[in-house]
Nanobody, 124 residues
Framework: QVQVVESGGGLVQAGGSLRVSCAAS????????MAWFRQAPGKEREFVAA????????YYVDSVKGRFTISRDNAKNTIYLQMNSLKPEDTAVYYC?????????????????WGKGTLVTVSS
């Protein structure tokens, strides 16, 4: 069993920055691919960013490229999402997910543990 807990969400003005964190425990998450997803009000959940087990490979949705950075600290079993130049359309609940079966990100269907999310609100 893996416990996944997100933190760091909050209210920020457009153009500002925020860092959200995801701590995972209960499994050797240091060998697991991890990812961030988000769900805005009235919309479906979408992929935001992913990182492989070592942190050497990252993926981003086009809308956040150049603004968001995903990273991980395996000593702390934690991943981060640094969000800069935030826009009102980034407002969403941000979810962290873990794929305990693969060290490489293979897609949302591979994620087997999810957190409950942290709300990020960007005001205009």
């Amino acid at each position: 069993q893996v416990q996944v807990v997100e933190s760091g969400g909050g209210l920020v003005q457009a153009g500002g920055s925020l860092r959200v964190s995801c701590a995972a425990s209960g499994h050797t998450v240091s060998t697991a691919a991890m990812a961030w997803f988000r769900q805005a009000p009235g919309k479906e959940r979408e992929f935001v960013a992913a990182i492989n087990w070592s942190g050497s490979v990252t993926y981003y949705v086009d809308s956040v490229k150049g603004r968001f950075t995903i990273s991980r600290d395996n000593a702390k079993n934690t991943i981060y999402l640094q969000m800069n130049s935030l826009k009102p359309e980034d407002t969403a609940v941000y979810y962290c997910a873990v794929d305990t079966s693969s060290g490489d990100y293979i897609g949302p269907n591979g994620m087997d543990y999810w957190g409950k999310g942290t709300l990020v609100t960007v005001s205009s």
